[in-house]
């Protein structure tokens, strides 16, 4: 897995920039995309994938400890759905 850094590290080496501006521009990103999700907006990325929010219903499950029915509240939560380039480097390994 990588994490943030490790994703700065190569950003920075595929890039040539210094990890300092590497960062700043992966938080950037990250920042942008999160700003867009949070105004409902969507992200699309050509290729690589689309970022978007997707809302629940209001429903009623049940409490697992006493069975009881409770009332889960409708919300919203953000999804991503791979594009055709990143479906297939996945699937040939690399």
Do not use: C, H, Y
């Not at 992966?26 to 949070?38: H, I, K, N, P, W």
């Not at 400890?65 to 409708?74: H, K, L, N, S, Y």
């Amino acid at each position: 897995m990588l994490g943030k850094g490790e994703v700065t590290e190569e950003v920075a080496r595929k890039t040539g920039m210094r990890k300092t501006e590497a960062a700043r521009a992966v938080d950037a990103m990250l920042e942008t995309v999160q700003d867009a999700l949070s105004r409902g907006d969507e992200v699309r990325l050509t290729g690589f994938g689309s970022f978007k929010v997707s809302s629940t219903r209001e429903r009623f499950g049940r409490n697992p400890r006493t069975g009881e029915r409770i009332r889960i509240a409708p919300s919203r939560r953000p999804s991503f759905s791979a594009g055709s380039r990143l479906v297939q480097a996945v699937k040939e390994g690399g």
